[in-house]
């Protein structure tokens, strides 16, 4: 690990980048079920993603890859939805932004935490190439649990990568075929297609 006491001001505290933006959700917000749109939710997440991943690398960031999101509660038309951001994990020119939304009904104010997911964000310079970010400065048991969590899951992800590379061009049909009884499709390739 560098020592940042060498060059500290290459380094930024996850405080310095938090951001949080807040919006009601309005009915042209809602899909045909009356509930806010997955969609609407994401374009928020991402917002929310870059001002914080800009705010930290002090240039224009775009969103690299965005690990699963579950919706854990649906959103209502009329609820107040707040994202809250915070740079969990840096890289060399990639960080990784944490989101946590909650909704907020505004007449009864119950609160439904909806959501928590992780953007990777890249920094680029006025070539559109990566550039390195600042490194972050841990203040907290929690700061250093989620740095090291997004490692965990950055390592996880490439040994997958790594792994579905090494299988799919020996990926034997038959085998596949076989894999598949059970599950709910049927097999119905006509002969030119094989
Ligand atoms: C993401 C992007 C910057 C990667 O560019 P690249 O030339 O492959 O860059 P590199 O291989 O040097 O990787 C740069 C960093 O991005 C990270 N990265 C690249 N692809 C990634 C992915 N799919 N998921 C997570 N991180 C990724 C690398 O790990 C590396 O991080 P590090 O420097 O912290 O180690 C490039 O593919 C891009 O600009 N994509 C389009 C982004 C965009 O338009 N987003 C909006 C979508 S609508």
Redesign the pocket.
């Known amino acids: 690990m560098p020592d940042p006491s060498e060059n500290i001001k290459a380094y930024k505290s996850v405080h310095f980048s938090r951001t949080t933006i807040t919006e009601l959700m309005i009915p042209s917000y809602a899909n045909f079920g009356g509930k806010i749109h997955g969609g609407i939710l994401l374009s928020l997440m ?1 917002k929310v993603a870059y001002v914080c991943a800009a705010k930290h690398a002090g240039n224009y960031c ?4 965005i690990d699963t999101v579950n919706f854990l509660e649906p959103v209502e038309v009329g609820e107040l939805v707040s994202l809250m951001a915070s740079v969990n994990y ?6 990784v932004v944490g989101i946590r939304v909650i909704s907020e009904n505004v007449k009864t104010n119950v609160i439904k935490h909806t959501n928590t997911s992780y953007f ?1 964000m ?1 920094a ?1 310079n006025e070539q ?3 550039v ?2 600042p490194g972050l400065i841990l203040e907290t048991q929690e700061q250093i649990r989620r740095f090291e969590e997004a490692r965990r899951r ?1 390592v996880e ?2 040994n997958s990568i790594n792994n579905a590379r090494k299988t799919n061009p020996d990926m034997d049909l038959d085998e596949c075929k076989q894999n598949l009884k059970g599950e709910r499709c049927v097999i119905q390739v006509k002969k030119a297609q094989k």
């Open positions: 991402d775009v969103t690299a890859s840096v890289g060399k020119t990639s960080l990777t890249v680029k559109n190439q990566p390195e970010v950055k992800k490439q």
